[in-house]
Nanobody
Framework: QVQLVESGGGLVQAGGSLRLSCATSGITFSIYAMGWYRQPPGKQRELVARIRNGGVTNYADSVKGRFTISRDNAKNTVYLQMNSLKPEDTAVYYC?????????WGQGTQVTVSS
């Protein structure tokens, strides 16, 4: 019954921006820390950013200063604003709780950054 549905991915040129959304249902959203994760082609999934239920954020060094995670508890939604995108940001992006729960993984949304 828990569903996490990512959207907002697409094809963008290097230097461009995208805003990802993760709509959640079936969880008491406001009590959980949430994270954005990504899996580049041929590589392991990694944590990109996380946000505590109180709003404190943390970022991977590779995206710090370029990405911003936020949440809207009234909408049960978490966002990832991605600016100054680089080809190495190309990946399938997923949201999940932090720490993640295996059974919560959704389909993700593809982000492709061209040179």
């Amino acid at each position: 019954q828990v569903q996490l549905v990512e959207s907002g991915g697409g094809l963008v040129q290097a230097g461009g921006s995208l805003r990802l959304s993760c709509a959640t249902s079936g969880i008491t959203f406001s009590i959980y820390a949430m994270g954005w994760y990504r899996q580049p082609p041929g590589k392991q999934r990694e944590l990109v950013a996380r946000i505590r239920n109180g709003g404190v954020t943390n970022y991977a060094d590779s995206v710090k200063g370029r990405f911003t995670i936020s949440r809207d508890n009234a909408k049960n939604t978490v966002y990832l604003q991605m600016n100054s995108l680089k080809p190495e940001d190309t990946a399938v992006y997923y949201c999940n709780t932090y720490p993640y729960k295996y059974e919560y993984w959704g389909q993700g949304t593809q982000v492709t950054v061209s040179s």
